[in-house]
């Protein structure tokens, strides 16, 4: 060790091309943001377990998906057949009793949480009590992973839609600054305020209640179209009120927060300085208000898609969609255990895939993960 | 004290800042008018009341005020009770039977039918049954029969379920047709009109036991009630929208105190101790981040408890090691630095000296804006919570209101009153404060000054 402190240190980035050394860096940001963020996830799926199980409830599912087991074994035993029922359940009973023992449900809590962990991780959540999912299985997986892309169509969709329109309104705004408009967004920025089901029940009541001219809730057309493109038709009109109420909740704000970023920025001293040496306006925005923005409006979009996910239950409910989140409620009514066990992991597997996704665009904007400075930590 | 004139001066150039503070203190005002004149407990049995509480008022009937914006006002109902009303009723004792006649003769205005006519009788008796047998005489003089039937200690003759007396109507249901003048043809039911006049409904009554008695109570139900109208289960819906005020704001102050407080201390003692205190709640934030918050509260609710103080404290434990951390935790780095902290230091002050003396008093003027703009967003979390079934299973509030709206078909059958009257004082709520809130932070805020 001694000899390598007497060494001066290498400056190794600098002799790179730059263009490999921002891929390098956006490559390394990027490992070192999946393995933190595998290590969060696995941190909040065991939180999720510890609070599901508070009540013993992920004891029951196991137990269940045990009693179930056992029960088809014995029933499809050929040789068992001529057993009496009284044999039968004794049978059963005791069959349940070993297997317990072999997953180890008589053990301290602490130990089966992290068997409890291992199938959350794994997705392998059971089986459902009532739920089915439209192929006829009782399996959460599938029932799950078949409702999850009605959801992400649905806020995937409307999110990416109201991120560029609002970016692009903000951009114009910031251009009028003081114009009509402009105190318009201001003023109605607090519309935020009220979460987007609310402003769902509104549309609803306008324009399928009063208008009638468009669908109350619901995904497609009853009966389905079988034409591909009827489907897609269908699905669209059935979108437009979901995506209107998540707009007129985030609209506005989204305007106001992103308009604001613009103007201080475009008070700082390099855009005056651009402007001087005659640059067309649109290329000052671009390279000068835009780009040194984006990496804040990127955050911002963030945290507002983390609200819309985590709202997706009640807006899923309220429009009738056969989301995910419906499944939540349902299950919840319900009492299917499992499901809402399910459900919760998905969405904190969701919710993680977000902030990652996200890392990774911010990466790709953010000069300072490109070109490396201590920023890379962030 | 001059500080905070200053600031309200400030705040007032605002219009918006304005006029939701005027929104806020009504708001509170009301609230403390709703607990005392409507306690409690009250307030809760009459809302869970059944039938027998709530059977004088009309089923989802629109509030009153509807009838302002109608060019032919809806009827409303009316009842009478020949126990409050002795000059209603007659008795005769003969040959050991009691006859009992009961007049209740009423002028119908409208041209629009009532939504439901019954009769609750009351008989006091010892083995013998009272008989009665029911009559309606129309302004043009005819007397239609009703029915005639034996009653027990209580029995309740809802017109319009009759199915026999339908029958004779040819298919109109009976609270129809009794105010129907049959000579006129009409070419659809719904272009049927009742004939305004003087009715008569009476009772015969024939009780076979010397010192029985029989009441009978008459409510024609009509469409309109209150200043909010009512329910599917007749209940008037102005109990909820009156006590939901004091629950969401009781809501909706605490949690946003709760989180934003501690949030505040959090950030301080990470940023104050720095190293790995400072690492550990910086992880658990990002953590805190992927946990999928309203399904946790199902969780919670489903499997454990839905009062509202259990979904309080989740809502909080939930919330404070939200996004809000980060941002106080860049300006506690700034004001670590400062030169009187670093005299403190020098003096010797503890660090929770330092932290409680120095640190958090600086950030209060940030800290108040997201305070009050965390409070709407509260109050609509008590109302989400409600809509998925999560509300507390006593409390009458705003959005138990529109769950049961919305679930009940209020707005596929054009109830509308019912779940547009709890929205529109949720939103009237909500705003208020983000309008207060968005004031204050531009103030506060020196990056928005100007802006």
Redesign the interface.
């Known amino acids: 060790m001694a000899e390598s402190t007497l060494q001066p240190p290498i400056p190794i980035v600098v002799k790179k091309k730059p263009s490999e050394s921002a891929v390098w860096r956006v490559t390394k940001y990027m490992t070192v943001r999946l393995i933190t963020m595998a290590f969060t996830v696995v941190v909040g799926l065991y939180l999720t377990i510890l609070i599901a199980n508070m009540g013993g409830y992920v004891d029951e599912i196991r137990r269940g998906e045990i009693r179930e087991n056992v029960q088809q074994q014995v029933m499809n035993d050929r040789s068992l057949k001529g057993l009496t029922n009284e044999q039968r359940t004794q049978l059963i009973v005791d069959r349940i009793a070993v297997e317990e023992k072999r997953l180890g449900l008589d053990r301290p809590f602490v130990l089966r949480s992290f068997a409890f962990l291992k199938d959350a991780v794994t997705l392998n959540l059971g089986f459902a009590e009532f739920i089915n999912a439209d192929n006829g299985s009782r399996q959460v997986k599938i029932i799950v992973l078949e409702r999850l892309p009605s959801t992400l169509v649905l806020f995937g969709t409307s999110n990416i839609i109201l991120f560029f329109v609002t970016l692009y309104l903000a951009l114009t705004l910031s251009r009028n600054y003081g114009s009509w408009w402009d105190r318009f967004i201001v003023a109605t920025s607090p519309m935020s305020a009220a979460p987007s089901w609310f402003y769902g029940i509104f549309v609803i009541v306008i324009f399928a209640a009063f208008l009638k001219i468009l669908p109350f809730g619901g995904m497609v057309s009853a009966p389905p179209p079988d034409n591909k493109i009827e489907y897609g038709l269908s699905m669209l009109k059935h979108m437009i009120l979901p995506t209107l109420a998540i707009a007129l909740n985030q609209v506005t704000f989204a305007i106001y927060n992103n308009r604001t970023f613009f103007l201080i920025y475009s008070s700082e001293d390099y855009v005056e300085m651009a402007k001087a040496k005659g640059l067309p306006a649109r290329e000052v925005e671009r390279k000068y208000i835009l780009r040194p923005t984006l990496p804040t409006n990127i955050t911002n979009f963030a945290f507002l898609l983390i609200g819309v996910w985590g709202g997706a239950p009640i807006f899923e409910g309220v429009f009738n969609w056969p989301g995910l989140g419906r499944t939540t409620l349902i299950a919840a009514g319900l009492f299917d255990t499992p499901v809402i066990v399910g459900t919760t992991v998905i969405f904190a597997y969701l919710l993680a895939l977000t902030v990652f996704l996200l890392d990774f665009v911010y990466a790709l904007v953010d000069p300072r993960v490109k070109i490396g400075s201590e920023g890379t930590s962030q | 004290m001059n500080s905070i004139r200053k600031f309200f001066i400030e705040l007032f150039q605002y219009p ?1 800042a304005a006029i939701g503070m005027i929104f806020i203190i009504g708001l509170i005002i009301f609230s403390i008018y709703v607990v005392i004149a409507l306690p409690y407990n009250e307030a809760i049995s009459l809302w869970r009341g059944d039938e027998n509480t709530w059977y004088k008022t009309p089923r989802t009937a629109q509030p009153k005020w509807v009838n302002w914006f109608r060019q032919e006002d809806l009827p409303e109902t009316f009842s009478f009770n020949s126990a409050d009303q002795q000059d209603t009723k007659t008795e005769e004792f003969s040959n050991g039977t009691n006859k009992i006649l009961i007049s209740f003769p009423f002028e119908y205005n409208s041209e629009l039918f009532p939504q439901e006519v019954s009769l609750y009788f009351k008989s006091q008796y010892t083995a013998k049954q009272p008989f009665v047998n029911v009559k309606l005489i129309t302004p043009d003089g005819r007397t239609i029969n009703l029915n005639s039937f034996s009653i027990g200690r209580t029995y309740t003759y809802r017109l319009s379920q009759d199915q026999k007396l339908q029958r004779k109507f040819f298919g109109i249901s009976p609270e129809k047709g009794i105010f129907v003048d049959p000579t006129v043809n009409a070419d659809s039911l719904e272009l049927l009109k009742a004939v305004p006049g003087t009715y008569e409904l009476i009772v015969e009554g024939v009780a076979f036991e010397e010192g029985s008695s029989l009441d009978a109570e008459l409510i024609v139900y009509g469409h309109v009630y209150g200043w909010a109208g009512t329910d599917h289960r007749r209940r008037d819906i102005s109990i909820a929208l009156m006590w939901g005020a004091p629950v969401a704001l009781t809501f909706g102050l605490l949690s946003a105190l709760g989180t934003t407080i501690t949030t505040m201390i959090i950030a301080a003692v990470g940023t104050w101790y720095g190293g790995w205190i400072d690492e550990v709640i910086q ?1 658990i934030t ?2 805190n ?8 509260l ?7 408890s839905k009062s509202l103080w259990v979904m309080l404290i989740a809502v909080i434990a939930l919330s404070i090691f939200g ?1 809000a951390i980060k941002g106080f935790r860049a300006i506690f780095l700034q004001i670590k630095e400062a030169p009187y902290v670093e005299a403190a230091r020098a003096y010797g002050a503890s660090n929770w000296r330092i932290i409680m003396q120095y640190l958090v008093p600086r950030i209060v003027p940030l800290l108040i804006p997201q305070l009050v ?1 965390l409070i ?2 509260n109050v ?2 008590e ?2 919570l409600n ?4 509300g507390d299973p006593v409390l009458p509030t705003w959005g138990k209101l ?1 769950q049961n709206g ?1 679930g009940n078909g209020a ?2 059958q ?1 109830y ?1 009153y019912w ?2 009257e709890p ?1 529109f004082v ?2 009237l709520t ?2 208020s ?3 207060v ?2 004031s204050m932070d531009r103030i506060f805020n020196p ?2 000054r100007g ?1």
Request: positive net charge; charged residues 5%.
């Open positions: 918006s992880r990002e953590v981040l992927i946990l999928p918050f309203l399904s946790i199902i969780m919670i609710g489903t499997f454990y996004g703009i709407p967003a609509f979390l109302a989400s809509i998925i079934n999560l529109i919305v707005l596929t054009g509308y779940v547009l929205a949720l939103l909500g705003l404060f983000a309008m809130g968005f990056r928005l802006v």
